[in-house]
């Protein structure tokens, strides 16, 4: 059974700093490039940070030097470590999983989500 779980959302000052955590089983964590995508209420689903297979990252320009993407492969799991937190960074978070090789390429994962709220 497939599982991606987010955590590490909440509410915070802006200014200020959170860590999204997101736990991945049932399939081969490796194989699959993995995405943080994020959703504001009215607003559509934006992408925000990829890294790739080969630990290549990619971020939209509004969290450029601010967020950083990371995975650990021993332990199937992505993160987003967010500094310098915006309102405008407030949003429902989800964590995604892209099928990147021969046999995986097709399937596509998402997770439940975590909320992020920034005030100002």
């Known amino acids: 059974q497939v599982r991606l779980v987010e955590s590490g959302g909440g509410l915070v000052q802006a200014g200020g700093s959170l860590r999204l955590s997101c736990a991945a089983s049932?399939?081969?964590?490796?194989?699959?490039?993995m995405r943080w995508s994020r959703q504001a209420p009215g607003k559509e689903r934006e992408l925000v940070a990829t890294?790739?297979?080969?630990?290549?990252?990619t971020y939209v320009d509004s969290v450029k030097c601010r967020f950083s993407i990371s995975r650990d492969n021993m332990k199937s799991t992505v993160y987003l470590q967010m500094n310098n937190l915006k309102p405008e960074d407030t949003a429902v978070y989800y964590c995604?999983?892209?099928?990147?090789?021969?046999?995986?390429?097709?399937?596509?994962?998402w997770g439940q989500g975590t909320q992020v709220t920034v005030s100002s």
């Open positions: 995604n999983a892209v099928g990147s090789s021969y046999t995986t390429r097709g399937n596509d994962y």
């Open positions: 049932g399939f081969i964590f490796r194989s699959y490039e």
């Open positions: 890294i790739t297979i080969g630990d290549r990252v």
